[in-house]
Structures are given as C-alpha cells and as structure tokens.
T-cell receptor, first 113, second 114 residues
Framework: KAGVTQTPRYLIKTRGQQVTLSCSPI?????VSWYQQTPGQGLQFLFE???????NKGNFPGRFSGRQFSNSRSEMNVSTLELGDSALYLC????????????FGSGTQLSVL | AQSVTQLDSQVPVFEEAPVELRCNYS??????LFWYVQYPNQGLQLLLK??????LVKGINGFEAEFNKSQTSFHLRKPSVHISDTAEYFC????????????FGTGTRLQVTL
C-alpha cells in the first residue's frame, strides 16, 4: 500500500507569490491534516479536511487555505508569501476524522526568497 | 489549550546504553499522548500512543513510555539504544475529541554514538 505522497518535494518561491502544495493520502483514508514545521516555531497544526469539509483549523492567517477533493486528495495554498513562510509542510492522512492514527508524508520543503 | 514541554533539546548517549526522553504536558481537558520520531529529510513516524487504560505503553523499535497523570508526564524510554535510533523525537498531545489536531513539543535530538 502506497504511503502519503506529497508533491513537490522542494519548492522555491519569492515574496509576494502564491504557492500550492499537494497531498495524496493513503488509499482508503478520507481525512487529511496539514502541519507546518519551522526551526523557530516547531510543528504547528494548520487544518484538517474530511469528506471535502474543513473540520479543524489552527491559528494561521487567512493567507493559508486548503481544500479537499472527492478522491480525498488535498491541496494547501499560501498566498502573498512572506519570508517566514519558509518551512517544511507536512501532510498526514487517517481513515476517519479526528483520528489518532496519523500517517505522515515526507513533506514539501518551501523556501521563500 | 494544551502545551507540551520537552525538557532536553539534545540527549547524547552511547550505543547499548539506556535512554529516557522527558516530556511534560499541560491541559485542562482529557488528552491523548503521543511520541513521534523524525529521521533526516523524512516525515513523522508514530512510535507509540496513550489513549486510555494501562499507563505503560509499548511501541515500535523497543520503545516504551509511561503516562503519569499526577506529574503530567509521558517520558519515553528504551533500555538499550542503537546507532539507528539517532533521530529527532517529538512528544505530542491532543484533546480526546480532536485527535488529529496535535500540539507538539519542541523536540529532542537523540544522538547515539559508539
């Protein structure tokens, strides 16, 4: 069974641009959660989607948004990029919403110049 | 809201020695507790979790942790470490109703040497 797949693996953008990251969950998993990992702030929860609906949201500005498609794949979008958005963005999938069994992908490393 | 404190940012240890990584949490509601491991350039892998029941939890790779409610601690232990255990270890907590919304500690770098 394939694991959680995140694309792209690395991304370089400049300030002010926008970016879209993709996450394909494990087959059969319907919930996708997103986390941001930075050296300064550590790991922080962004949001969770289940059945195309946002179920939980962390304390991030509105520039961070996401969505989930009918096949459970999820995308995360960051608009008007700032230098502080440079981070490893991790996606995790689970069979159902608010589930304690999370499977993480290897992440997308975003660098904002 | 919850918070997690990992008291040691780095723990150096020799191979085959025992190790304990410390974790304390704070919460006003019932919580689940987790330990995750992150190897370089990889995502997080669940080592073990405490949901309820026995306070001693056994996980993968020979790790175990003990939930202590009175001391609000969830320390991770391994009786004999291997070079391959070198990694970053994260303690995390979640409310029981929103288990996928994890609050992480700042991590402990376990460095195993010969």
């Amino acid at each position: 069974k394939a694991g959680v797949t995140q694309t792209p693996r690395y991304l370089i953008k400049t300030r002010g641009q926008q970016v879209t990251l993709s996450c394909s969950p494990i087959s059969g998993h319907r919930s996708v959660s997103w986390y941001q990992q930075t050296p300064g702030q550590g790991l922080q929860f962004l949001f969770e989607y289940f059945s195309e609906t946002q179920r939980n949201k962390g304390n991030f500005p509105g520039r961070f948004s996401g969505r989930q498609f009918s096949n459970s794949r999820s995308e995360m979008n960051v608009s008007t990029l700032e230098l502080g958005d440079s981070a490893l963005y991790l996606c995790a999938s689970s069979y159902r919403a608010s589930n304690e069994k999370l499977f993480f992908g290897s992440g997308t490393q975003l660098s904002v110049l | 809201a919850q918070s997690v404190t990992q008291l040691d940012s780095q723990v150096p240890v020799f191979e085959e020695a025992p190790v304990e990584l410390r974790c304390n949490y704070s919460s006003s509601v019932s919580v689940y507790l987790f330990w995750y491991v992150q190897y370089p350039n990889q995502g997080l892998q669940l080592l073990l979790k405490y949901l309820s029941g026995s306070t001693l939890v056994k996980g993968i790779n020979g790790f175990e942790a003990e939930f202590n409610k009175s001391q609000t601690s969830f320390h991770l232990r391994k009786p004999s470490v291997h070079i391959s255990d070198t990694a970053e270890y994260f303690c995390a907590v979640s409310e029981t109703g929103t288990a996928s919304k994890l609050t992480f500690g700042t991590g402990t770098r376990l460095q195993v040497t010969l």
